[in-house]
């Protein structure tokens, strides 16, 4: 990486408070003009505000080179530089100025492949930047990741070769994983996915690779609104990744730009609002299934709206914990509903418990409670039978709103199921609240057991510990026969019976 053509130190409230000489030079400002100045009095007036938001933010991703950013010339016009953002002691911060692609980090202490989350926050930065280039959000995936022909070195080296290609092409060299074979960056609108594919077929042939593994698909979103508020940008890039990797429903056009995406979004969020308004939702049962006897031990309560004519969950359309208001309409109509239905259950069938698939945002509204306490009395239903299944809850170390409530709800007698393998694993003890519940154990944790030479006397041990304390653990949603067939040889006890 070059040394900075110049820098600015600011002061927590965004003024200049030093600059290096260089810098008078090449911009032919006087010290005087500048002094003091906000910093924002360097950049075009349009993207004063987004200037402004950028260095007032608390947290900042030192590694990010926002490029080509315009710094006013006092003859008249603008001088383009990279520039990277800093923080100094005492809370100033620190501009550099780089020319142009001087500004790369290619250092083996270079930032590695961000989370989703992590690459959300810097898009977000991106767009409040001076930066005024066309942008494109670029999602991608390498089939060559998930093959199971492929040894892990292969996939390693595999993984590490398209990192290091991606990063190359990203603004600021900064790219998200969003699942295990897929990335986001984003891209000054050039993105080549020719280019890209030839690019892979050498990976394969360096690597020995047959080049039909790699699988490259593509899919871009043009970011048509720059001025769009945090909250919402969030939940267009969250769903723009659900679309891409298939985990909600959208047409051909659903990922050409970003307003589009949003589009998308009002139209499935007004279609449920339409459908529980007018009672088009029902409960889908599914059943666990107790492999060591082939007996149904307890079913799964899953909600769905009737749109265009069938049953859909609501995270088929829209990513739902975004909406924490559907959520909880959609969650207390349906275990309304659900209660009312188990009334005229013959006797025997009453007393088997039934798990409820809880959105993890109706969880932590307080309103959700009093709606349930109210179901609980209307249909004189016990705490111990109804059961909720919660899914993508942050780590229990981490604690928060999320777990207090968790336990809240153990607390008050009803069964949990969770799918917080590794938390239970490492912590058992602080699991208590779980008996009469189930442990999920998550695909991805299953492949890796299959894999390594103690995994089924590993699973079988743990299994044997729960069983002890009364709490199950179960193989869901696992999609195809060979998962099947593993959650099997591992002696998973539990499986939940796939949908029709």
Not at 63 to 83: A, E, H, Q, T, Y
Not at 282 to 299: H, M
Request: glycine share 8%; with cysteine; aromatic share 8%.
């Amino acid at each position: 990486m070059s040394e900075a053509e110049f820098t600015l130190l600011l002061t927590d409230t965004g003024l200049i408070k030093e600059f290096d000489p260089y810098l008078l030079t090449i911009l032919q400002w006087k010290d005087i003009d500048i002094y003091r100045q906000p910093v924002s009095f360097l950049f075009p007036a349009d993207v004063h505000g987004r200037v402004d938001k950028l260095v007032a933010r608390k947290q900042v991703m030192e590694k990010v080179v926002f490029p080509k950013v315009p710094l006013r010339f006092k003859p008249g016009g603008f001088i383009n530089f990279d520039m990277r953002i800093v923080d100094k002691d005492g809370g100033d911060r620190q501009l550099l100025f780089f020319k142009p692609g001087a500004a790369e980090d290619n250092s083996p202490d270079a930032p590695a492949t961000a989370d989703m989350y992590s690459f959300f926050n810097f898009v977000e930065q991106v767009l409040d930047s001076p930066y005024e280039g066309d942008l494109d959000m670029t999602m991608i995936e390498v089939e060559a990741l998930k093959d199971d022909s492929l040894t892990e070195e292969q996939r390693a080296s595999v993984r590490a070769e398209v990192e290091a290609n991606l990063k190359g092409k990203a603004v600021g060299g900064q790219i998200g994983q969003l699942d295990e074979a897929s990335y986001g960056l984003l891209a000054a609108g050039d993105f080549n996915e020719d280019t890209f594919e030839k690019e892979l077929v050498e990976v394969a042939s360096k690597l020995d690779i047959h080049p039909g593994l790699m699988g490259v698909r593509t899919a871009s979103v043009t970011i048509d609104d720059r001025d769009i508020d945090p909250e919402t940008l969030r939940r267009a890039l969250s769903h723009t990744r659900s679309l891409f990797l298939g985990e909600v429903e959208g047409d051909e056009n659903a990922l050409d730009t970003l307003s589009a995406v949003l589009d998308g979004v009002e139209h499935h969020r007004n279609l449920l609002l339409s459908a529980l308004k007018n009672y088009h939702f029902r409960v889908s049962e599914r059943f666990i299934l107790d492999n060591r006897v082939s007996i149904r031990v307890a079913a799964l309560q899953q909600g769905k709206c009737i749109i265009d004519g069938r049953l859909r969950a609501p995270d088929e359309l829209i990513v739902l914990p975004d909406h924490p208001d559907v959520a909880l309409q959609h969650d207390l109509a349906q275990l309304d509903e659900f209660a009312r239905a188990r009334t005229h259950r013959a006797a025997e069938d009453k007393q088997r418990v039934d798990f409820y698939e809880l959105c993890r945002s109706t969880l932590v509204q307080e309103e959700f409670y009093v709606g349930l306490r109210e179901v609980l009395a209307r249909y004189s239903l016990p705490a111990e039978q109804i059961g909720f299944r919660l899914k993508g809850l942050p780590p229990a170390k981490r604690g928060g709103l999320h777990w207090d409530k968790v336990y809240a709800l153990g607390a008050d007698g009803h069964p949990l199921w969770l799918d917080r393998f590794g938390d239970v694993v490492t912590a058992p003890d602080s699991f208590g609240f779980m008996q009469g519940g189930y442990i999920e154990l998550p695909k991805a944790i299953m492949k890796k057991l299959e894999k390594h030479f103690d995994g089924k006397e590993m699973m079988s041990g743990l299994v044997m510990t729960w069983q002890k304390q009364n709490i199950g653990v179960v193989a869901a949603d696992l999609g195809d026969d060979r998962l099947r067939r593993v959650a099997q040889d591992l002696g998973i006890p539990m499986t939940l019976q796939e949908p029709a």
